[in-house]
Nanobody, 125 residues
Framework: QVQLVESGGGRVQAGGSLRLSCAAS????????MGWFHQAPGKAREFVAR????????YYADSVKGRFTISRDNAKNTVTLQMNSLKPEDTAVYYC??????????????????WGQGTQVTVSS
């Protein structure tokens, strides 16, 4: 069992930056791949980024490549999403998730078994 708590959301102007963190409880954090998803109002939840349990394999949605960076610290049971050059279309609730280390269809929600409660990111133009 893994419990996840996100923090770091807020309101920022377009072009600004935010750093989201996700703290995990439990001793098995390092056995899970970690992902970030977001959900904009009226839309389905979408994949943003994923990092393998070792940190060696990283994937991003095309919409955030070059702007967002995912990282993890297994000693501290944390995963971070650094978001730069934010755009109004990045406005959403951001969720971290823990799931299988297999990279097969890593972008699908059902590959992840544990979810945080979400943190709101609002980017104004």
């Amino acid at each position: 069992q893994v419990q996840l708590v996100e923090s770091g959301g807020g309101r920022v102007q377009a072009g600004g930056s935010l750093r989201l963190s996700c703290a995990a409880s439990g001793r098995t954090f390092s056995t899970y791949a970690m992902g970030w998803f977001h959900q904009a109002p009226g839309k389905a939840r979408e994949f943003v980024a994923r990092i393998s349990r070792s940190g060696a394999f990283i994937y991003y949605a095309d919409s955030v490549k070059g702007r967002f960076t995912i990282s993890r610290d297994n000693a501290k049971n944390t995963v971070t999403l650094q978001m730069n050059s934010l755009k109004p279309e990045d406005t959403a609730v951001y969720y971290c998730a823990a799931g299988e280390n297999s990279s097969d269809k890593y972008y699908l929600e059902d590959r992840y078994h544990y979810w945080g409660q979400g943190t709101q990111v609002t980017v104004s133009s």
